[in-house]
């Protein structure tokens, strides 16, 4: 309860110096533009693909009332979980990296910066990284004509606060890693949740004991939350779900940040 409490101040307000390891990561990445490129990209192919090929061929589905198109369902799911893998794959394999091999936080906390700062800094990154894809990503939904309504533009904050939950809680993760090895631990989870969180079908089409599990999946939470927003369908629900992605997010944070403390701190 004490490091929740502790590093609610710093969410919460923000912490100044905890911005120059965000200002660090962006020297550090500016020489690689082009994997940047690249990621702006991705959804573009994603979408292409469901607009050429499934779309036709599922026809539309009844999503709250509303016959929306397959491609325009998928959409949001797709952001979803682009904003989950963009938030894992930053704060567990490039902290890790830092953490264990290159050993980049030992000189940083010879500065005034403390390990609290390398934390919330790393989450910043992470957070700025998903910000930018997020928003190729919704437009190409718009371009396309995935989005199901004007609303969409509120799909950039919901896959922020997506890209803060799963970054907090994989950095929390990536500080229990002792070697490469345990990463296939990381698809492990996250690839059942890709498949079983209703990306590519509706929760009414699994079986009920299923459903009733994918309903707790935080991937689940995302999806259903960016639909709603994409589709311009709101509900009193879509507070449970940026409940339930805030929450997720604060506690990855309070056990990341108690966890750097163990390690790091002398």
């Known amino acids: 309860?004490?490091?929740?409490?502790?590093?609610?101040?710093?969410?919460?307000?923000?912490?100044?110096?905890?911005?120059?390891?965000?200002?660090?990561?962006?020297?550090?990445?500016?020489?690689?533009?082009p994997v940047f490129v690249s990621g702006f990209f991705e959804p573009l192919f994603y979408l292409l693909s469901l607009g050429i090929g499934l779309n036709s061929l599922v026809g539309h589905l009844d999503v709250g009332g509303q016959s929306v198109s397959y491609a325009?369902?998928?959409?949001?799911?797709?952001?979803?979980?682009?904003s989950m893998n963009g938030g894992v794959i930053d704060s567990i394999y490039n902290v890790f990296f830092k953490l264990k091999v290159s050993h980049v936080y030992e000189p940083v906390l010879s500065t005034p910066l403390d390990v609290n700062d390398v934390a919330l800094g790393e989450v910043w990154w992470s957070l700025t990284r998903g910000a930018l894809y997020a928003t190729?990503?919704?437009?190409?939904?718009?371009?396309?004509?995935?989005?199901?309504?004007?609303?969409?533009?509120?799909?950039?904050?919901?896959?922020?606060?997506?890209?803060?939950?799963?970054a907090c809680v994989g950095l929390?993760?990536?500080t229990y890693m002792r070697s490469w090895q345990d990463f296939d631990t990381?698809?492990?989870?996250t690839l059942p949740l890709f498949l079983f969180s209703a990306t590519f079908f509706p929760l009414s089409l699994y079986?009920?004991?299923?459903?009733?599990?994918?309903?707790?999946?935080?991937l689940y939470q995302?999806?259903?939350?960016?639909?709603?927003?994409?589709?311009?369908?709101?509900?009193?629900?879509?507070?449970?779900?940026?409940?339930?992605?805030?929450?997720?997010?604060?506690?990855?944070?309070?056990?990341?940040?108690?966890?750097?403390?163990?390690?790091?701190?002398?």
């Open 186 to 189: 990381v698809t492990l989870v």
């Open 172 to 174: 929390a993760a990536c």
């Open 1 to 33: 309860m004490n490091s929740v409490l502790r590093v609610t101040p710093s969410l919460s307000f923000g912490s100044r110096r905890s911005l120059y390891i965000l200002e660090r990561n962006i020297m550090a990445y500016k020489r690689q533009w």
């Open 222 to 266: 995302s999806a259903t939350l960016l639909r709603g927003l994409s589709l311009g369908s709101f509900s009193w629900v879509m507070l449970v779900h940026v409940a339930y992605l805030f929450v997720m997010g604060l506690v990855g944070l309070s056990v990341a940040a108690r966890r750097f403390q163990r390690i790091l701190a002398p």
């Open 72 to 82: 325009a369902f998928v959409a949001p799911g797709m952001l979803a979980t682009s």
């Open 136 to 166: 190729s990503f919704i437009i190409c939904m718009a371009l396309l004509g995935d989005a199901g309504s004007p609303w969409v533009i509120l799909c950039l904050p919901g896959a922020v606060l997506t890209s803060f939950a799963f």
């Open 207 to 218: 079986p009920t004991w299923l459903a009733s599990i994918v309903i707790f999946s935080p």
